[in-house]
């Protein structure tokens, strides 16, 4: 039998070396999404579910044209019935349309950050018994406040873009992107809902409701008629049209989806909330500082200008090297940032502590472990001190200890 053997490292590393140093933006994107075309349609992992959308509105809307719209085309005098073929095969073109814009564009990313933001020092140095004061421990807070139309909002640190988020920004576990305003991730449409798709969600939905009270309304029109034209009751009339009532009742289950969307989000335009917010905050309960009235609220959503996307997919970068690892004082410290374990949807990331093993007499010579830092702020060290040429110190042991002190020195 014929066994194909993985590659060697040597082998592995050279096939790396051959790859193109200068790529476009979207073939080293980082977070979840899928591109089209060169870059040119964003869409998030689950794009197949705009495929299944596609396939629901269409099939039934195709139903319809055959089974009742083509049997009323001579039944309404000067071309009527060819105008309700011809509005529901437009306007199903335009529903259509809206789920495209909304399922295919940035809907405001925000580009990560290649290093985490300087960070803070504290007040004071670490001391040792030898009487050496070393580097400050260097840290991030966790929350900064901002201000807001004179209100004070918590922005949070994300710690997979290492970025502080704007206000109303917050990370989609499912795309893995900041988004600006962000509102949900819709898996009907296989996007995020932000700042710059917001507008075409709502219009989706909300024509995607009429289009079912149109299809609904004319399934019973042509029922009506059949009742009339053969002088039956009007249940008799619908047994002639099986397809007038799986339409109806397909519509009318389909309404009070698509249609509560549409009432949940006026609601949401008319007080500048966003779904995450609302389930979130309830700013039913507190002031809401970015309420501008229901009509400036309503004129932020429909009647200013989307702003340009902060992400140019097509852009020539340089590919990004392989992390390596630095090797001090006979131990390894990785480059990378080590990954904390978060909620990244609610920004809920508790305080990561490090401890530090250091001998003060009172356990026969043994390590005791004291935490370093304060509550609401991470350490950060092997990250920081890459960037900033800080480097480690070998290993102090003292007393015949077998623990270790590595700390960062001047």
């Given at each position: 039998m014929h066994v194909v053997h993985p590659p060697e490292l040597s082998d592995a590393a050279g096939d790396d070396d051959e790859l193109p140093e200068v790529l476009r933006t979207y073939q080293t994107w980082k977070g979840s999404n899928v591109f089209f075309?060169?870059?040119?349609?964003?869409?998030?992992?689950d794009v197949g579910s705009v495929v299944l959308s596609v396939f629901l509105i269409v099939v039934p809307v195709a139903v319809f044209c055959a089974f009742v719209a083509r049997k009323l085309i001579d039944d309404f005098s000067h071309h009527l019935g060819?105008?309700?073929?011809?509005?529901v095969i437009v306007?199903?073109?335009?529903?259509?349309?809206?789920?495209?814009?909304?399922?295919?564009?940035d809907p405001g990313i925000i580009p990560r950050n290649s290093h985490p933001p300087q960070p803070e020092t504290t007040d004071r140095g670490i001391e040792v018994e030898s009487g050496l004061t070393l580097t400050p421990q260097l840290r991030l807070p966790?929350?900064?406040?901002?201000?807001?139309?004179?209100?004070?909002?918590?922005?949070?640190?994300?710690?997979t873009c290492m970025l502080y988020r704007p206000p109303r920004c917050s990370h989609c576990s499912i795309c893995d992107n900041c988004v600006e305003r962000f509102d949900h991730h819709c898996p009907w449409v296989g996007q995020c809902i932000g700042r710059r798709n917001y507008r075409f969600f709502f219009m989706f939905v909300?024509?995607?409701?009429?289009?079912?009270i149109y299809v609904f309304s004319f399934c019973w029109?042509?029922?009506?008629?059949?009742?009339?034209?053969?002088n039956t009751s009007i249940w008799r009339a619908l047994i002639k049209t099986p397809a007038s009532i799986v339409l109806i009742i397909y519509t009318f289950l389909s309404v009070w989806f698509v249609g509560g969307l549409t009432i949940f989000h006026l609601y949401l335009i008319s007080t500048n909330q966003t779904t995450y917010e609302n389930f979130r905050y309830r700013y039913d309960r507190i002031e809401n500082p970015y309420n501008r009235g229901i009509f400036g609220n309503f004129k932020e959503v429909f009647w200013t200008s989307i702003p340009p996307s902060k992400n140019n997919f097509r852009a020539l970068v340089h590919r990004e090297p392989k992390p390596l690892t630095r090797i001090t004082g006979g131990s390894s410290v990785n480059s990378n940032i080590e990954k904390i374990p978060s909620d990244v949807e609610i920004g809920s990331v508790k305080p990561i502590w490090?401890?530090?093993?250091?001998d003060d007499g009172s356990n026969d010579g043994g390590p005791q472990r004291s935490s370093l830092g304060r509550s609401g702020s991470w350490d950060l060290q092997s990250e920081v001190a890459s960037i900033t040429g800080i480097g480690f110190s070998d290993r102090v042991n003292r007393g015949?200890?077998?623990?270790?002190?590595e700390v960062p020195i001047k």
């Open positions: 075309l060169g870059g040119r349609f964003i869409f998030g992992p060819v105008l309700i073929l011809v509005v306007w199903t073109f335009y529903v259509i349309i809206l789920l495209l814009m909304t399922s295919g564009r966790r929350v900064k406040e901002v201000m807001v139309n004179g209100m004070t909002v918590k922005v949070k640190y994300c710690d909300s024509s995607a409701t009429l289009l079912c029109v042509y029922a009506i008629r059949i009742m009339h034209s053969e490090k401890n530090i093993a250091r015949g200890s077998s623990g270790s002190l």
